[in-house]
């Protein structure tokens, strides 16, 4: 089954940080580019950053271009968001999703909640 | 940047149709992929690359793209079909994905 699950969510305090991580299986995860998208309570969809399936190029959202970092390692078929100097409006439901052949994002991960709050 | 216009919510009788737009200037030369999100759910992809369909996903859904609106088109609209339905494109001059603000649609 093809899959992705994401891991890595919690509370934390504003200027904190947080790594997320999201694993995938069922598929050639190195043939993909992947997204982070997230979800606000309430709210709609917000991307975050793109990486392609060899590292690059690699895209920001202007929302969190220079506070949050997309990777990933092949290797071990995971892909990262290091999100530092963190802020109560980055509390949400983060999703990693799987880029299609176009664009597409295909295949999505069930979502884990980062809660932003002193 | 590129910005995507979505109705907040669109209503619709079992079995109607019910057609959600998706406004940008320009859309028509774009991909736009559509997706369903039901409560508490991951999105889902219904339609990519403005009309193709994944495996499973019914006929019942399509998507047309011309000038400065994407449509979604849902037919024989069921009980199982009410979601919030997000548009999406890829903008290549500011290399960003954009979505639209989304559509709640309920079914009366």
């Known amino acids: 089954e093809v899959q992705l699950v994401e891991s890595g969510g919690g509370l934390v305090q504003p200027g904190g940080s947080l790594r997320l991580t999201c694993g995938g299986s069922?598929?050639?995860?190195?043939?993909?580019?992947m997204n982070w998208v997230r979800q606000a309570p309430g709210k709609g969809l917000e991307w975050l950053s793109y990486i392609h399936s060899g590292s690059a190029p690699i895209y920001y959202a202007d929302s969190v271009k220079g506070r949050f970092t997309i990777s990933r390692d092949n290797v071990k078929n995971s892909l990262y968001l290091q999100m530092n100097s963190l802020r109560a409006e980055d509390t949400a439901v983060y999703f990693c999703?799987?880029?299609?052949?176009?664009?597409?994002?295909?295949?999505w991960g069930q979502g884990t909640m980062v809660t932003v709050s002193s | 940047s590129y910005v995507l216009t979505q109705p907040p919510s669109v209503s619709v009788a079992p079995g109607q149709t019910a057609k959600i737009s998706c406004g940008g200037y320009n859309i028509g030369s774009k991909d736009v992929h559509w997706y369903q999100q039901k409560p508490g759910q991951a999105p889902v992809l219904v339609v990519y690359?403005?009309?193709a369909r994944p495996s499973g996903i019914p006929e019942r859904l399509s998507g047309s793209n011309s000038g400065n609106t994407a449509t979604l088109t849902i037919s024989g609209v069921e009980a199982g079909d009410e979601a919030d339905y997000y548009c999406?494109?890829?903008?290549?001059?500011?290399?960003?994905?954009?979505f639209g603000g989304g559509t709640k649609l309920t079914v009366l």
């Open positions: 999703a799987r880029d299609g052949r176009n664009g597409y994002l295909d295949i």
């Open positions: 069922g598929f050639t995860f190195s043939n993909h580019p």
């Open positions: 999406h494109v890829w903008d290549r001059s500011s290399e960003h994905v954009v």
């Open positions: 690359e403005n009309r």
